[in-house]
């Protein structure tokens, strides 16, 4: 029941969609003959493709569909095929030719036929017998165009469809001369089509160019493999930059004729030199690798994007994995395999014990630089501080310092396990660059981390770490000044310019954990310093200074009430003439006065107050 109703669903969104998108106007017979028909091929198509499965490669799914469409626009337009219990043939011909709609036949015939070659041809790889039917299919898809392409032609339509309808058939005609290897021919048809599209995108608006401009870029693949299949060696370079961006049968097509081309050159590769030694490489599959590791160094150094470069190293990986189990198939037979890959003490690695530690070594080296851009794509998305805004795309997520931390665990780890790989235990070069590396992503990992303490206002922390981070930034260039070749130059560049950013942090680390002391005598002096001059400008008239806006606003003039100011005391007179004066005696006058002052009534007033 639910799975019907599904389906149900499913075909009314289609009805209303296909009854959008057909819909025209009433019309007499007077406005059809002024008007001339109109069918916009390559849009019809690509929207109808987009929506109904082949945005997943699901070319079954689009097969059904045209199937379906079909039916309703011949039953819209009563052109149906049945007559009662018989099947009637009816083609659509210029006589017929009256509506848009009836030049939806054979396009969407010719899709149908299409979709399902293509869906044959991903078939194929297991079924052999597929093949076939792909070409009778393409074959049948060739002819609905071509029949297209006769209606178009018709004075009833107009200029824009005939070319449309010219370019698609030239484009169908293309494939499938393609597909049975008439190179010639097929380039001829695919160049004539590739042409058409590009007139057509400058006579449209800017909208409608992009479909056309997208249009020729799909061509351009088939033109690039045309090229190297008829002698053309540069175009191989073409097509490992294509391999991944193209999508459809030519995906695959261009990774067989990558693998070919791969074991052609892989016969000549007998051996291969690392750390001074040569190693001879008898396995195919392992030769094709060691070429294709060639070939990815190549493709690194023309991509720019960190998105790019991360899914070559993930195809290296993936190739490099199949290598090494192919190895370790071989070594099972090795009795000194079995003790870990360690060769017995005193008894040298064999070849092939060598070769297995040489892709090891690449595989640990490609995933340590996998992570490196990795970390650089988590970089754009990292805010140092909590205040820092990023301008990120719908969908992104802000980066932490704790996902960078892990990368550096995982770089680390790889590096470590470089120096214990058997027959290059005793390599002290090798020892010594790979300690210069890991100090440095010691150091790295160190600053994250200090930095994670620092979005925390952990600062005593993250200054401790910050100042870890440098000792270990000191021993990594001293590592690396012992190596005695490698890119050191760079190294110590990129040491250098880590040690000043460390440095800046632990500085602003240390004075954030003395600010947040909170009570400590150096914090409170601190609040109370000011910047600004406090001076009134009646005691600063000798010198000009301009004001900032936002000390306009409460002018300081003088100083109100006015402030106090010393002033010196009435002086103090000592005189020191009156121990050298002699003043005249009093004697005689205190005697007269005590006389008259006696008896007993002079007693008795004194008792009662009398003076």
């Not at 792909?134 to 071509?146: D, G, P, S, Y």
């Not at 002698?231 to 990774?255: C, N, P, W």
């Not at 800046?504 to 914090?523: C, N």
Request: hydrophobic share 35%.
């Amino acid at each position: 029941m639910f799975v019907s109703h599904t389906i149900r669903t499913m075909k009314m969104e289609e009805e209303a969609t296909d009854s959008f998108t057909e819909s025209e106007p009433p019309q007499t017979p007077a406005t059809q003959e002024a008007e001339s028909l109109s069918l916009e091929v390559l849009k019809i198509i690509k929207d109808s493709q987009a929506r109904h499965g082949l945005r997943h490669k699901d070319y079954q799914r689009y097969r059904s569909y045209c199937s379906r469409r079909l039916q309703r626009i011949r039953k819209s337009l009563s052109f149906t095929q049945r007559s009662r219990n018989k099947f009637v043939r009816k083609v659509v011909t210029e006589d017929t030719l009256t509506a848009d709609r009836h030049l939806y036949i054979p396009l969407v015939s010719a899709e149908r036929a299409w979709s399902y070659a293509m869906q044959l041809k991903l078939e194929a790889n297991s079924e052999a017998r597929k093949g076939f039917h792909v070409i009778t299919r393409l074959k049948k898809a060739l002819k609905h165009a071509e029949d297209l392409e006769v209606l178009c032609q018709s004075p009833k339509c107009d200029a824009r469809s005939k070319l449309e309808s010219q370019a698609y058939l030239s484009w169908m005609k293309g494939t499938l001369l393609f597909e049975i290897e008439e190179w010639d021919d097929s380039m001829a048809a695919f160049k004539n089509a590739s042409n058409i599209y590009r007139k057509l995108s400058s006579a449209v608006t800017e909208d409608q160019q992009v479909l056309y401009l997208e249009r020729v870029s799909e061509i351009i693949p088939n033109l690039r493999y045309y090229a190297f299949c008829t002698g053309d060696e540069t175009a191989i370079q073409d097509l490992r930059e294509m391999q991944g961006k193209v999508g459809g049968a030519m995906s695959s097509d261009i990774d067989a004729l990558l693998v070919q081309t791969r074991e052609q050159a892989a016969v000549t590769l007998s051996e291969v030199t690392w750390r001074g030694r040569s190693i001879p490489v008898t396995n195919e599959r392992v030769r094709s690798y060691l070429l294709s590791n060639k070939e990815t160094e190549q493709e690194l150094s023309t991509a720019t994007e960190n998105e790019a470069k991360i899914s070559i190293y993930e195809r290296s990986l993936m190739e490099c994995k199949d290598a090494l189990q192919i190895l370790r198939d071989e070594l099972k037979t090795d009795p000194n395999w079995k003790q870990k890959g360690q060769a017995p003490s005193g008894e040298p690695v064999t070849s092939t014990q060598y070769l297995h530690t040489y892709l090891t070594y690449i595989r640990l080296t490609t995933t340590v630089q996998r992570n490196i851009h990795l970390i650089l794509t988590l970089k754009e998305r990292l805010a140092t501080t909590a205040d820092t805004e990023l301008k990120l795309e719908p969908g992104q997520k802000k980066s932490k310092p704790q996902d960078l931390i892990r990368m550096y665990d995982t770089i680390i780890q790889s590096l470590g396990e470089i120096p214990s790989l058997p027959g290059v235990e005793e390599d002290e070069d090798l020892r010594q660059e790979v300690k210069a590396k890991v100090l440095k992503f010691k150091a790295y990992r160190c600053y994250y981390l200090a930095l994670y303490y620092s979005l925390s206002k952990k600062w005593k922390e993250a200054a401790g770490l910050f100042e870890r981070a440098i000792e270990h930034v000191e021993h990594s260039r001293e590592e690396w000044e012992t190596v005695s070749n490698g890119p050191i130059q760079s190294e110590i560049e990129e040491l250098d310019t880590l040690a000043r950013e460390i440095n800046g942090l632990k500085y602003s680390a240390q004075a954030s954990s003395i600010l947040d002391a909170g009570d400590s005598p150096v914090v409170k002096s601190m609040k109370q310093l000011r910047l600004e001059n406090q001076k009134p400008l009646d005691q600063r008239l000798d010198r000009y200074q301009a004001e900032q806006p936002d000390l306009l606003a409460k002018p300081n003039f003088t100083s109100f009430p006015p402030d106090f100011k010393p002033a010196p005391c009435k002086p103090l007179f000592f005189d020191i003439a009156l121990n050298h004066v002699e003043l005249p005696s009093l004697e005689g006058k205190l005697e007269q006065k005590a006389a008259a002052a006696g008896g007993l009534g002079g007693y008795i007033r004194g008792w009662w107050g009398g003076k």
